[in-house]
Nanobody, 124 residues
Framework: QVQLVESGGGLVQAGGSLRLSCVAS????????MGWFRQAPGKEREFVAG????????VYADSVKGRFTISRDNAKNTMYLQMNSLKPEDTAVYYC?????????????????WGQGTQVTVSS
């Protein structure tokens, strides 16, 4: 079992940047594939980016490709989401999640552990 804690959210103007962090209570590099999801008011939770365990191969939603970068620091048991060129439509609560799966699934129900979320608000 692993606990996940996100941080780094906030209010930023369109075109700005934020870096989200997700600290895990246990080593994740070889055990968990990690992902970032987001949920806007009245919408379903959607996949943003994922990073595989062991290989650290990354995958992104089309809506964030070229703007967001997912990474992990195995020594710190921490995953990051660098978000650049932010748009108002990126406004949401962002969650980190962990799965035992080898691949970064796009479906939230396939993840085993979740953080509490951090709010990102992008003003126009």
């Amino acid at each position: 079992q692993v606990q996940l804690v996100e941080s780094g959210g906030g209010l930023v103007q369109a075109g700005g940047s934020l870096r989200l962090s997700c600290v895990a209570s246990a080593r994740t590099s070889s055990t968990y594939t990690m992902g970032w999801f987001r949920q806007a008011p009245g919408k379903e939770r959607e996949f943003v980016a994922g990073i595989r365990r062991i290989t650290s191969i990354t995958v992104y939603a089309d809506s964030v490709k070229g703007r967001f970068t997912i990474s992990r620091d195995n020594a710190k048991n921490t995953m990051y989401l660098q978000m650049n060129s932010l748009k108002p439509e990126d406004t949401a609560v962002y969650y980190c999640a962990a799965t035992y799966s080898l691949v970064a699934a796009f479906t939230p129900s396939l993840y085993d552990y979740w953080g509490q979320g951090t709010q990102v608000t992008v003003s126009s």
